[in-house]
């Protein structure tokens, strides 16, 4: 069983920041690229970043400048620092995690944290 936890999200003003953060738990062998998605009322969800296990970043155009993404491979933690936000940036942030839960797997799945809402007022 593996879980991933959200927390950070909340209310900020526009030109704030918010810092989110996720844990990945359980039965974790190894796990290849962290990163996060939105989804805003009416929308996809849409990638935000990702980085890989040996730190490799990619983000949304939108996003680029203001949001960096980091991870801590030792304790299975993904965090993604959100400056200058805008009201655009108003969506649930879902964490995602690129796994293998034992040696013998050959392949990744990805698992998906349970969302937490950030909402950036004007």
């Known amino acids: 069983q593996v879980q991933l936890v959200e927390s950070g999200g909340g209310l900020v003003q526009a030109g704030g920041s918010l810092r989110l953060s996720c844990v990945a738990s359980?039965?974790?062998?190894?796990?290849?690229?962290m990163g996060w998605y939105r989804q805003a009322p009416g929308k996809q969800r849409e990638l935000v970043a990702t980085?890989?296990?040996?730190?490799?970043?990619n983000y949304q155009d939108s996003v680029k400048g203001r949001f960096t993404i980091s991870r801590d491979n030792a304790k299975n933690t993904v965090a993604l620092q959100m400056n200058s936000l805008e009201p655009e940036d108003t969506a649930v942030y879902y964490c995602?995690?690129?796994?293998?839960?034992?040696?013998?797997?050959?392949?990744?799945?990805?698992?998906w944290g349970q969302g937490t809402q950030v909402t950036v007022s004007s």
């Open positions: 980085i890989t296990s040996n730190g490799n970043t």
């Open positions: 359980g039965s974790i062998f190894s796990i290849n690229v």
């Open positions: 995602i995690a690129d796994l293998r839960q034992a040696v013998w797997q050959p392949n990744w799945s990805r698992y």
